[in-house]
């Protein structure tokens, strides 16, 4: 029976892309289901050897190791260079998205404190 491998939802093309190549290169056996018309299916990889599963999660644990350890000195280095966004950047560029987070925010904690306030 197949065993699920790695999840694909809200995973970047680029990343996914890897992640198949890493496993075609090794001779893992997968395949992949899509998430379908209404996103209501598991897009993921399915691995066809379950007695293959400890070498392709490690395959995988290390594939997102490096990806995280390469991801945090791109921005290091683009912080460096000035050229990484701060807070201030976000706010100019998504001004609605600031705006709507802080409302949602507040109302968050006004709810959350109004029976404290009431006694």
């Known amino acids: 029976m197949a065993t699920l491998l790695f999840h ?11 992640v198949r190549e890493l496993l075609a290169e090794h001779d893992i056996e997968v395949y992949e289901t899509e998430a379908g ?27 997102q190791q490096e990806l995280h ?11 460096d260079r000035g050229e990484a966004p701060g807070m201030w950047d976000q706010l100019r560029q998504h001004p609605m998205a600031v705006l709507v987070t802080l409302i949602a925010l507040g109302l ?10 009431n006694l």
């Open 8 to 18: 694909l939802r809200d995973v970047p093309d680029e990343e996914a892309q890897e």
């Open 37 to 63: 018309r209404w996103r209501l299916a598991v897009p993921a990889l399915w691995l066809v050897d379950e007695s293959r599963l400890d070498e392709a999660r490690g395959l995988i644990d290390a594939y």
């Open 69 to 79: 350890e390469r991801m945090q000195r791109e921005h290091a280095e683009a912080r």
């Open 108 to 117: 968050m904690l006004g709810l959350s404190l109004l029976p404290f306030l």
